[in-house]
């Protein structure tokens, strides 16, 4: 038997967002969803890495490969539609880390305001510490609920017209 004792730094990361979407508060909390369960992707470039998002407190968000396969990126731990999404987990990181990713939407007019955040603690592997691929991949995210967001509007407002 052996074992070994090595000293490794806790680190932390941060990434913060804040974004208007031309879209009522429901629509916005309903494509978050969407987008981070069926419709998820990969890193930009990558295309589909659907996940299951479980919309209730301790629910899972995970990957599922099959045949009892997986990777848990996260629980549920608040949910409060329209306006919190909160999930805490290792994420993506393979490694002692624990992440918290937060959602919190504020009517502003016809429009809805997503405050975000994702932090997280621990032993944060080195293509992710300085955060540039954490913040990249957020941001196509956001992009993917923005631009889905809106569609969905705009495709609402037709049938009202009609």
Known sequence: MSSSVSEHAVQTLEVKKDIVVAAPIEIVFETILEQMGPYNEGAPGTGPMPMKLEPWPGGRWFRDLGNNAGH???????????????????????????????????????????????????????????GSRVDIGWTSLLSRISSNAEKKTTRQKAKETK
């Open 72 to 130: 848990l990126w996260g629980h549920v731990q608040s949910l409060k539609p329209p306006t919190l999404l909160e999930i805490h987990g290792p994420l993506f990181m393979s490694s002692p880390a624990i992440s918290h990713v937060q959602y919190r939407l504020t009517p502003e007019g016809g429009a809805t305001r997503i405050k975000f955040s994702h932090r997280a603690i621990g032993q944060i592997a080195p293509e992710h510490a300085d």
